[in-house]
């Protein structure tokens, strides 16, 4: 029987593959869906630092420096110094902009698959997930498995 992880990370994979298989359709196999919530945070909102834009994605500063550099790398972004020298802003390119239709188009047929998932699962599934969040950061995993000591 698999572990949670193994089904968490299968789960995953499962819909983020196919969703990176219609970008590779549409000729951009270096674009990843979790792209776009950095692309479409950036559409709204304009130019940010990756401080700003992981609040505003609700990811860490890690996971957003990562995925931005991971996207300067395909040309998705550009990096520009700020006004303090410690941090970049976080800009589109017109690489970016010319996939923002087929973006759009796959957030919307997304969520339209969302909700045909949801309607077949016992609760929605981004419900489970965000409570699950919320039930984490009241107690940490870690603090809900106790102590090594007790494994002994």
Known sequence: MSGLGTLMRHVH?????AIAEIYAGHGLPDYRPRFSPVVRTLVADGPMTIGALSKAIGVSHSAASQTVVQMRRAGFVTLEKGSDARHR?????EKARAALPLIEAEWAATTRAMAELDAELPAPLAQV????LKALERRPFRER????????
Not at 13 to 17: I, P, Q, S, T, V
């Open 145 to 152: 498995i106790g102590d090594l000591e007790s494994f002994t």
């Open 13 to 17: 994979e499962l819909m983020d593959g």
């Open 129 to 132: 997930m965000a409570a699950t």
């Open 89 to 93: 802003i976080v800009h589109l390119t």
